[in-house]
């Protein structure tokens, strides 16, 4: 069983190639029926390893969150996750409102570190930090489209470059803290005024972007790992789990036996375990293995695959 929810939850192999996978493999047959029950029985096991992630999560003092969405037989779906130090959750939503997300940041404690989307605007604004390696990709959308834009996007990026290289050697042991944040506060001079004027350029898709991030200039970060990305990085591979054939079907049900298997997968460090050594998934899986070495002791080597 915790093979099928690696297969499928995990590694997003299709329902219908999951049954021939498992046969091939390890010679037990399985119907696509299976498959569902199977998924549905993971998602029982992994529920308290669940909510004590989600309970973690809360209580982080930083965490990183991010969002992505698709459409679902004409419907709107979206995978947000959340993201610190020690766990990673996941959570498939209906849509982006802020009355949708607010409810999954329980209490609203730590620092939230996010792009600048308009639906987390619930989170108090000293509490907030704008991830730079979001704006580093708005910053490349600027500088690869034709005329006026491009220079600006030019320009900011040279500063962001500098501001990395800085960050960089900071983490690297090769700054102290001070001579970091007294490097920092030149290029944030230049960045803010760079801004100002490609917000009064009236260019557009550009200004906008540009005023609103000048908007938010007192959210860029300032003391935590911002550069890092953490969150978008654990949402990109899930986020595959968008094509139909992956997702465990539309149904209330069938989202969550999609999502729960996630949030192990996206422990880090001491806490992060295999979904298959959740009890009963392991003994389960020993169990098939076993039913299938009696049954090839009992019709021979010729029956390994085709029983």
């Known amino acids: 069983m915790g093979i099928v929810a690696l297969l499928t939850g995990i590694y997003h192999v299709s329902r219908r190639k999951a049954p021939r996978l498992l046969s091939d493999l390890v010679g037990v047959p399985i119907s696509l029926g299976a498959i569902s029950a199977v998924e549905a029985r993971v998602s029982e096991a992994v529920k308290p390893a669940v909510d004590e992630a989600w309970t973690r999560v809360e209580g982080a003092a930083v965490k990183h969150t991010d969002g992505t969405s698709w459409l679902k037989a004409g419907a709107l779906l979206a995978l947000w996750t959340i993201a610190s130090t020690a766990v990673t959750v996941f959570k498939i939503v209906t849509d982006n409102s802020r009355a949708t997300l607010e409810p999954l940041y329980g ?3 730590g620092i939230l570190v ?4 308009k639906a987390l605007g619930f989170w108090a604004m000293e509490r907030r930090q704008i991830c730079w390696a979001h704006l580093l990709r708005k910053f490349v959308s600027f500088a690869e489209r034709d005329g006026p834009s491009a220079a600006f996007g030019r320009d900011l990026l040279n500063y962001t470059g500098i501001l990395f290289e800085y960050w960089h050697d900071y983490k690297a042991g090769k700054l102290d803290r001070a001579t970091f944040r007294a490097w920092m506060a030149p290029v944030r001079t230049q960045v803010e005024a760079l801004l100002a004027r490609a917000a009064a350029a009236n260019i557009d898709r550009v200004s906008g972007s540009c005023a609103d991030i000048l908007a938010r ?4 970060p300032q003391r935590h790992d911002f550069l890092d990305g953490s969150a978008r990085r654990r949402l990109r591979p899930r986020g595959r789990a968008r094509h139909p054939r992956t997702l465990w079907g539309a149904t ?7 999502e729960r298997p996630l949030h192990r997968s996206g422990r880090r460090g001491p806490d992060r375990r295999n979904v298959i050594s959740y009890q009963p998934l392991d003994l389960f899986c020993q169990v098939a293995v076993c039913r299938h070495a009696l049954h090839v002791a009992r019709r021979g080597p010729t029956a390994q695959h085709h029983p």
């Open 252 to 258: 209330r049900g069938g989202v969550r036996r999609r």
């Open 217 to 220: 200039v007192e959210l860029l």
């Open 114 to 117: 996010s792009d600048r989307a």
């Open 107 to 109: 209490a609203l404690r």
